[in-house]
């Protein structure tokens, strides 16, 4: 820890990130990935303060396979919000397996190399926790930081490991799955629930040479959408083809976002789906407030260690465990 971050200066901070600072930004962020009870504080209060500038922007998760083309996609709609709307784009990662790829991070910064030379975007590789609700949690808070820094879009690449798809919903206003054209991963997904989460499909790197067979793989998603029971928000997932390199279609699939962000508004689903986000982050940060309490109430964080090697080593059964627990916080807050 250094000096510097003794003296947590609140105020510069928000001046700054208000201002669209991206240094200071990038370094809220950093500090709010920290896991030290102190800088916690510091983030929490950071983000109490920003908050009535949060909420103005559209969030979209943007999920496939490793290789599906998420960075390059990104890019290339980002490239393209940047210079004909003039919109601020920021780019989250959340990665549960990149600490141990230890790839994605390098490739996400060549790969977005045209976004990344924009004044106009940020881009956040995923942190390097592995823990997967450390790192959604460290995303949620980006996603408001960012707000605050005056960014319209924010996307936020997963990859589609199953796990990643559930959390980044709890985050999003608008879910986009890649699949790569001819890839027949589509089963995979469907034995994930996957698709019934879905906004819009994407089948991708559908270049030129492949266009028919896109429309052909895009056409059969739609009939299929058409079966599944009706979503909440009432919006019927769209499937198109696309080519991020070829960049053909981009206006009409903006216009596929654009028009169900409307429909979300106009039927209040928009306002809902915040809501049931701002819980979903309340209950992240009981979550944490909890553990932190244990940690530091000396009978009961010795309690509860004792409880975990029991189970772990078999000598008590879960059952067991939280039945003592049970008895243990009744003696102590009696
Ligand atoms: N032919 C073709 N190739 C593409 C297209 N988009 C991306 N690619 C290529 O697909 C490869 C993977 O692209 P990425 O954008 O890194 O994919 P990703 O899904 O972000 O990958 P991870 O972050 O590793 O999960 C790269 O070699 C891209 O050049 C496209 O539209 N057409
Ligand atoms: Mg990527």
Redesign the pocket.
């Known amino acids: 820890m250094t000096d510097k971050r003794h003296q947590f200066d609140l105020t510069l901070y928000k001046e700054e990130i208000l201002k669209g600072n991206r240094s200071f930004l990038g370094r809220a962020i950093t500090l709010g990935e920290s896991t030290l009870d102190r800088d916690r504080m510091y983030t929490q209060n950071l983000l109490l303060e920003l908050l009535p500038h949060t909420g103005n922007s559209i969030r979209i998760g943007v999920s ?13 709609i980002g490239t393209y919000l940047i210079e004909k709307f003039n919109k601020k784009v920021a780019v989250l ?1 959340i ?1 549960p397996s990149s600490q141990l ?1 230890h ?2 991070i390098l ?2 910064k060549t ?1 977005m190399e045209l976004l990344s030379r924009s004044e106009r975007a940020f881009i956040r590789p995923s942190p390097s926790q592995s823990n997967l609700g450390g790192v959604t949690q460290n995303t949620r808070e980006a996603v408001y930081l960012c707000e605050a820094a005056g960014y319209d879009v924010i996307f936020i ?1 997963t ?1 589609g490991v199953g796990q990643s798809e559930t959390a980044v919903h709890s985050m999003i206003d608008f879910f986009m799955m ?1 699949q790569i054209v001819g890839g027949g991963d589509d089963l995979q997904a469907i034995k994930r629930g996957i698709y019934e989460h879905i906004d819009m499909l994407v089948v ?4 030129k040479n ?1 266009l028919n067979q896109a429309k052909k793989e895009a056409s059969n998603f739609k009939k299929m959408f058409h079966l599944f029971p009706q979503k909440e928000s009432g919006w019927i997932p769209q499937a198109i083809p ?5 960049k053909a279609g981009i206006y009409e699939l903006w216009d596929i976002i654009t028009k169900y962000e409307e429909q979300a508004v106009n039927s209040g689903y928009f306002k809902k789906k915040r809501e049931d986000q701002n819980l979903a982050w309340y209950n992240e940060l009981q979550q944490e407030q909890l553990d932190r309490f244990i940690k530091q109430h000396p009978l009961l964080s010795k309690g509860v260690n004792e409880l975990n090697q029991e189970v772990k080593n078999s000598k008590k059964t879960p059952l067991e465990a939280s039945r003592i627990l049970d008895n243990l916080l009744k003696n102590i807050f009696k």
Not at 64 to 76: D, V
Not at 204 to 207: F, I, P
Not at 242 to 246: D, M, P
Request: aromatic share 6%; glycine share 14%; hydrophobic share 30%.
């Open positions: 496939g396979i490793p290789g599906a083309g998420k960075s390059t996609f990104i890019e290339s990662a990665d790829s790839g994605s490739g996400d790969r690449e990859v890649l991708h790197k559908a270049d492949q696309f080519s991020s390199i070829e």
